[in-house]
C-alpha cells in the first residue's frame, strides 16, 4: 500500500470513488466534456444536478472534495474553488438546512453512562 493510499480511510476512498464514478456518469449522460481541469461551469451544473436529485449539502460537499483532491493530485486548477462553486453550494445549504439529527443525553442514559464508566476503569472516587 503506498504512503498516498494511507493517507485516507478506506471508507473515504469508497466514497471519493462513489463521487468521481458520479461525475462521470453525468459527464456521460449529458455528453459535457470531461478533460481535465474541468470548468467551473461543469462543477456548478454537477452540483445543481445532485441538488436536483436530493442529494444533502454534505453529500455535494463530500463529492466536492473529491473532485478537487484528483485536481490538486494532478496539480492542475482546482474548479470546486472558484466563487460560482462555493456561491451555489452555499445556496443549497441555505435551500435545505440539515438539522442536527442527534438527540440529547436523557437522564436514564446518562446514569447508564456513569455506571459503564465503572465496569472500563477503576476509579476510587467512583
Known sequence: ?????????????????RALRSLQDFIHV???????????????????HLYGQ?????????????????HKLLNVSDPTASWLVEKIVSGAKKDRPQCDARLPITKPILERLVQAVGLILYCRFL
Open 1 to 17: 500500500m503506498t504512503l498516498l493510499a494511507k493517507s485516507m480511510a478506506k471508507s473515504s476512498w469508497d466514497t471519493y470513488q
Open 30 to 48: 449529458f455528453a459535457l466534456p470531461g478533460q481535465l481541469p474541468l470548468s467551473p461551469a461543469l462543477i456548478a451544473l454537477y452540483v445543481s
Open 54 to 70: 436530493n442529494y444533502a449539502s454534505s453529500t455535494i460537499v463530500t463529492y466536492l472534495s473529491a473532485i478537487s483532491y484528483v
